[in-house]
C-alpha cells in the first residue's frame, strides 16, 4: 500500500503563487511514477502534470505549461507542484496519485483517472480577488 498526503493549498490572488507539496508512505518503490490532476466544481478530474520515478521525466498539459513546475525529493518521498501566475480558472481541488502502470505517466492525454492506483485527500486552491 502507498499513502499520499496533499498540503499546501489555500486562497491566493489572481497572479500569485502556491506550492503543493505530496507526501509518499508505504510501498513506495511500487509505483512508476506521481501524477498531479485537478477537479474544478462540475467538471471531471484532469491530469495536468505527472513525472517518472525511474528518470524524472516530466510532462504538463498545455494548460499549465510555462507556469507550473513539477519537482521531487527523493530523500523525502515528496513530490511538488509549484504553480505561478495563478488564475481564476485554476481553481479546483488538487490530487496527486501514483501509478503502478508507467503508461499513463508518459503523456498528460494517458492520465486517466482509473489508470493510477493510489490517491490522496485532495487540496483546495482557491484563486480569487
Known amino acids: 500500500q502507498v499513502q499520499l498526503v496533499e498540503s499546501g493549498g489555500g486562497l491566493v490572488q489572481p497572479g500569485g503563487s502556491l506550492r503543493l507539496s505530496c507526501a509518499a508512505s508505504?510501498?513506495?518503490?511500487?509505483?512508476?511514477?506521481i501524477g498531479w490532476f485537478r477537479q474544478a466544481p462540475g467538471k471531471e478530474r484532469e491530469g495536468i502534470s505527472s513525472?517518472?520515478?525511474?528518470?524524472?521525466?516530466?510532462y504538463y498539459a498545455d494548460s499549465v505549461k510555462d507556469r507550473f513546475l513539477m519537482t521531487r525529493d527523493n530523500a523525502k518521498n515528496t513530490v511538488y507542484l509549484q504553480m505561478n501566475d495563478l488564475k481564476a480558472e485554476a481553481t479546483a481541488v488538487y490530487y496527486c496519485?501514483?501509478?503502478?502502470?508507467?503508461?499513463?505517466?508518459?503523456?498528460?492525454?494517458?492520465?486517466?483517472?482509473?489508470?493510477?492506483?493510489?490517491w490522496g485527500q485532495g487540496t483546495q486552491v482557491t484563486v480569487s480577488s
Open positions: 496519485a501514483a501509478a503502478t502502470d508507467a503508461t499513463p505517466l508518459l503523456h498528460i492525454a494517458n492520465m486517466r483517472v482509473r489508470s493510477f492506483d493510489y
Open positions: 508505504g510501498f513506495t518503490s511500487t509505483y512508476n511514477g
Open positions: 513525472i517518472t520515478m525511474r528518470d524524472g521525466k516530466i
